[in-house]
């Protein structure tokens, strides 16, 4: 999920968007998965809004969050 939306996104991403990526990716396993799978959304905007996004993307690929 997270490769597959890093290998079409950060090709374009500002710096602020790879650090709200580098950011993501730095929370704890628990955390990110339960953001990534909709269980719960970041309280900080631009986090929920990436997880919007890669959400987004990888139901748009026909994908799921598991695989």
């Known amino acids: 999920m997270l490769e597959r939306f890093?290998?079409?996104a950060l090709p374009?991403?500002?710096p602020r968007q790879r650090?709200?990526?580098e950011e993501l990716l730095s929370?704890?396993?628990p955390l990110l998965a339960a953001y990534l799978l909709g269980e719960s959304a970041?309280?900080?905007p631009h986090l929920?809004?990436?997880v919007r996004a890669?959400?987004?993307y990888v139901a748009k690929e026909g994908?799921?969050?598991l695989f």
Do not use: K, Q, T, Y
């Open 19 to 21: 650090r709200a990526l």
């Open 27 to 29: 929370l704890p396993d």
């Open 12 to 14: 374009d991403a500002c």
């Open 54 to 56: 890669i959400r987004a």
């Open 48 to 50: 929920a809004a990436l």
């Open 42 to 44: 970041p309280p900080e």
């Open 63 to 65: 994908g799921s969050a």
């Open 6 to 8: 890093a290998h079409h």
